[in-house]
Nanobody, 126 residues
């Protein structure tokens, strides 16, 4: 059973930065995709970024390219989402999700992921 625990959410001002962490238990598998999703009130869940277990391949939704960076540290069993130049539109609950036995590919869609964390809230004030 894979367990994911997110942390790092907070309230920041427009233009600020946050780093979210997702600890994967028991570990990040050899051929696993871990992704970050977000869901704002009244909106559908959106795939934001994904990274292969080795950290070699990453994918992003267009709205965060150049501002967010996803990375994987297998020694710490942790996936990070560094978020810079935050905007009020980035306000949402952020979730990490894991999909074992399949590397990441270009689309990040929630039905493809079997394991989910409980979420961490990010609020960006203008």
């Amino acid at each position: 059973q894979v367990r994911l625990v997110e942390s790092g959410g907070n309230s920041v001002q427009n233009g600020g930065s946050l780093r979210l962490s997702c600890v994967v238990s028991p570990n990040i598998a050899y051929n696993e995709c871990v992704a970050w999703f977000r869901q704002a009130p009244g909106k559908e869940r959106e795939g934001v970024a994904s990274v292969d277990s080795g950290g070699s391949r990453t994918f992003y939704v267009d709205s965060v390219k150049g501002r967010f960076t996803v990375s994987s540290d297998s020694s710490e069993n942790t996936v990070y989402l560094q978020m810079n130049s935050l905007e009020p539109e980035d306000t949402a609950m952020y979730y990490c999700a894991a999909r074992p036995n399949t590397y990441c590919y270009g689309t990040i869609q929630s039905p493809d992921f079997a394991y989910w964390g409980q979420g961490t809230q990010v609020t960006v004030t203008s």
